[in-house]
């Protein structure tokens, strides 16, 4: 089944350590996302990627990385920049054109910051 | 700037029927999308409007209006596993990314 896989779903963190989340996708889409999704708050952006080798900043990058260096995975890495990283973070992909406004999504994986 | 208004929540019965309400004002307006997400889990695609009018998937129909920046989301024969958060979601440009509101939390009781 084709689908996006998110590696770990749980993790926690000591301040100051980086961490990075896994996120990959066998649906064949070009175009990858990280959102992040905070208690009763809608998601919001952190960087996403139209192509390989090309990804762009959303509204909250500050703190995060990411790489897109093979068409099925998009990592994120949350540095010890980020303020407030305790958060669940969503991995989305979606074909790069098209009418349908549609998003495929994992499952998510929870950060808690100890 | 970008502001996508939702009712924070919504409570029903079983074998009811409830809209949810989605303003917005963005800088781009492509289409507008609604996401179900059940509580810890992922979010789920349920519906776009990319044109004024009515869209129809089963129990759920979305409507949108351009000149009103407005749309709903509407929800007919309400189950118990109806129970979750649903999110509308702005495409501002011809890629798909999106730009979500806060949610509305649905609660239905029997």
């Known amino acids: 089944d084709g689908g996006i896989t998110q590696s770990p779903k749980y993790l926690f963190r000591k301040e100051g350590q980086n961490v990075t989340l896994s996120c990959e996708q066998n649906?064949?889409?070009?175009?990858m996302y990280w959102y992040r999704q905070d208690p009763g708050q809608g998601l919001r952006l952190i960087y996403y990627?139209?192509?390989?080798?090309?990804?762009q900043k959303g509204d909250i990058a500050e703190g995060y990385s990411v790489s897109r260096e093979k068409k099925e995975s998009f990592p994120l890495t949350v540095t010890s920049a980020q303020k407030n990283p305790t958060a669940f973070y969503l991995c989305?992909?979606?074909?790069?054109?098209?009418?349908?406004?549609?998003?495929?999504f994992g499952e998510g994986s929870r950060l808690t910051v100890l | 700037g970008q502001s996508l208004e939702q009712p924070s929540e919504v409570t029903a019965v079983e074998g009811a029927i409830v809209q949810i309400n989605c303003t917005y004002q963005?800088?781009?307006?492509?289409?507008l999308s609604w996401y179900q997400q059940h509580d810890g889990g992922a979010p789920t695609f349920l519906s776009y409007?990319?044109?004024?009018g009515l869209e129809e998937t089963g129990r759920f129909s979305s409507f949108l209006s351009r000149s009103d920046s407005y749309g709903y989301l509407l929800l007919q024969e309400l189950q118990m596993k109806d129970s979750a958060s649903y999110f509308c979601?702005?495409?501002?440009?011809?890629?798909?990314?999106?730009?979500f509101g806060t949610g509305t939390r649905l609660l239905v009781s029997p």
């Open positions: 989305a992909s979606s074909k790069t054109q098209g009418r349908t406004g549609e998003l495929f």
């Open positions: 649906l064949n889409h070009d175009a």
């Open positions: 990627s139209q192509i390989v080798n090309d990804f």
């Open positions: 409007n990319g044109l004024d």
């Open positions: 979601a702005v495409r501002e440009t011809g890629f798909q990314k999106l730009v």
């Open positions: 963005t800088s781009g307006f492509y289409g």
